[in-house]
């Protein structure tokens, strides 16, 4: 089951902050977070094994909500170098595959 | 470190031919993947090895479509014959453990079918 990720885009200024939201209908053991530059492969940002985890680099942090089967990645003070699509890919408790959403467009402008 | 190598990058065949591609994983990583990656979506795994045994292949065309992991090193992906809506971007990816570990990606292959 493909998790769902909200919203679909999102424009920034230089400076602002955005929150890109993950869903999942079932129960999930972890989940990473890649970024993918236009025309590149995805790289990886981080990944949550731990309900109510949080996580950060920089000024990218994410959370893990288990009983909710959600994470969000959180883009602080955001840069031109974050533009790309964020991609979240789950792992469901018992699975060893990883399932990628859609992806969230994030464009950030001077 | 020498990341994820694919080849080739950029392929255009016309439908029902047949077509390979290449991965040689980082070394000494155990879990390999190819995904398929279409214009504007995310990547959808097509095979995980785990060494050279299958652990999923639930979303492989197996009509069209198969992968081996020789002594669980490199791997080849191919396609016989290809149709339209395999055009995608595929993807190679590895991980040292399985599932629950970052995932390294090559630079992929973009496949034109026309």
């Known amino acids: 089951q493909q998790p769902v990720q909200s919203p679909q885009a999102v424009i920034l200024r230089e400076g602002e902050d955005a929150v890109i939201n993950c869903s999942s209908s079932?129960?999930?053991?972890?989940v990473h977070w890649y970024r993918q530059k236009h025309g590149e492969a995805p790289v990886f940002l981080m990944i949550?094994?731990?309900?109510?985890e949080q996580k950060g680099h920089d000024k990218i942090s994410a959370s893990f909500n288990e009983k909710k089967q959600q994470s969000s990645l959180y883009l602080t003070a955001s840069q031109l170098s974050y533009s790309g699509t964020y991609f979240c890919?789950?792992?469901?408790?018992?699975?060893?595959?990883?399932?990628f959403g859609a992806g969230t467009r994030l464009f950030v402008k001077a | 470190e020498a990341g994820v190598a694919q080849s080739p990058r950029y392929k255009i065949i016309e439908k029902r031919q047949s077509v390979a591609f290449w991965c040689n994983p980082i070394?000494?990583?155990?879990?390999l993947y190819w995904y398929q990656q279409i214009l504007g979506q995310g990547p959808k795994l097509l095979i995980q090895?785990?060494?050279?045994?299958?652990?999923?292949d639930s979303q492989l065309p197996k009509d069209r479509f198969s992968a081996e992991r020789l002594k669980g090193v490199d791997s080849t992906l191919k396609i016989q014959p290809a149709k339209l809506e395999d055009s995608a971007v595929y993807l190679c990816?590895?991980?040292?453990?399985?599932?629950?570990?970052?995932?390294?990606f090559g630079p992929g292959t973009r496949l034109t079918v026309t």
């Open positions: 949550l094994l731990k309900g109510g």
């Open positions: 990816a590895s991980s040292s453990r399985q599932g629950r570990d970052e995932q390294y």
């Open positions: 090895f785990q060494n050279n045994g299958v652990v999923d």
């Open positions: 890919g789950t792992e469901t408790t018992g699975g060893f595959k990883t399932i």
């Open positions: 070394s000494g990583h155990a879990t």
């Open positions: 079932k129960a999930l053991y972890s």
